[in-house]
Nanobody, 122 residues
Framework: QVQLVESGGGLVQAGGSLRLSCAASGSILSINTMGWYRQAPGKQRELVARISGRLSTDYADSVKGRFTISRDNAKNTVYLQMNSLKPGDTGVYYC????????????????WGQGTQVTVSS
């Protein structure tokens, strides 16, 4: 019922920038919080940044001042602008949609994207 398409990952040198996008399509009425998580090899998935429906934001301490999350509600899309990238930012980045309200459905559902690889070389 909902499809998520992530894009923007890739290989970049330390100090470089990338912009991730996650576009959701389907019978969506509303999305509460949209966020980005990442998972490095051998580590647990961790929150990178999230943005609420009221546009309040929350960032991991390790990315504050370097990453910026934003959303376009008309397009059901969330973005993550990543600047001053470090090798420690390497991992698979996953888009998360929290409490999605669908048309003709009672209750809400959470969704995860398929992940996009970000590799930062030193």
């Amino acid at each position: 019922q909902v499809q998520l398409v992530e894009s923007g990952g890739g290989l970049v040198q330390a100090g470089g920038s990338l912009r991730l996008s996650c576009a959701a399509s389907g019978s969506i009425l509303s999305i509460n919080t949209m966020g980005w998580y990442r998972q490095a090899p051998g580590k647990q998935r961790e929150l990178v940044a999230r943005i609420s429906g009221r546009l309040s934001t929350d960032y991991a301490d390790s990315v504050k001042g370097r990453f910026t999350i934003s959303r376009d509600n008309a397009k059901n899309t969330v973005y993550l602008q990543m600047n001053s990238l470090k090798p420690g930012d390497t991992g698979v980045y996953y888009c998360n949609l929290d409490r999605v309200q669908l048309r003709n459905r009672v209750g809400t559902i959470d969704y995860w994207g398929q992940g996009t690889q970000v590799t930062v070389s030193s």
